[in-house]
């Protein structure tokens, strides 16, 4: 069966409205379904391992993702511009996300930084205009460049260790 979905395969698919990613599936490549912007609904089975650099950017009409158990973490742009993706669901052994993966992602309002994420990547939630909470884990210790440049609506910012930790990042 199928074991990867390569890079750019359903780029630009505008009329796709729903994408089911199914067990046995490992790898999503680079820009795989770039801009198919219909897409409302994502389900993405538990054996990917791993999504590609801006698989997902564009995808404009997805509201909610939950990504895969065995994921550890993110790529560049890999969800840049889904700006209807409100809900974002990690689990446990996420461990990075990399430059502009959720940059435009307009309807974010809240985003709870997984507990294993030690940094975050240039402009990773930049230009999230509804962003209004974030919480930061106590193992972050780097957030770079632009991570939250345009964030106009940002109000709250929860760090859940001390203050003398809240100094190293």
């Known amino acids: 069966g199928v074991t990867s979905i390569g ?3 359903f780029a630009g698919c505008s ?11 490992t790898s999503i490549g680079d820009g795989a379904f770039y801009g198919c ?10 054996t990917i391992e791993t999504i590609g650099d801006y698989a997902f950017e564009g995808c404009k009409s997805l509201k909610s993702i939950e990504l ?10 890999a969800f840049k511009d889904c700006t209807n993706l409100e809900n974002i669901v990690f689990y446990d052994d996420f461990r990075f996300i990399e430059g502009e993966v ?10 709870v930084i ?17 962003l209004s909470k974030i919480t930061i884990n106590t193992e972050c210790k780097a957030i770079l ?17 001390t203050k003398e930790e809240w100094k190293e990042v």
Do not use: H, M
């Open 7 to 9: 890079e750019g395969t």
């Open 68 to 77: 895969p158990r065995k994921l550890r973490g993110l790529t560049y742009g």
């Open 102 to 111: 959720f940059a435009g992602c307009n309807s974010l309002k809240e985003i």
């Open 37 to 46: 912007c219909s897409v409302e609904t994502l389900y993405i089975s538990n």
């Open 15 to 25: 009329s796709l409205t729903s994408l089911t990613i199914l067990e046995g599936v």
């Open 114 to 130: 997984p507990k294993l994420v030690k940094s975050l990547g240039s402009s990773a939630f930049k230009d999230c205009n509804n």
């Open 145 to 161: 460049d632009n991570s939250f440049e345009g964030c106009n609506s940002l109000s709250k910012i929860i760090y859940l260790g």
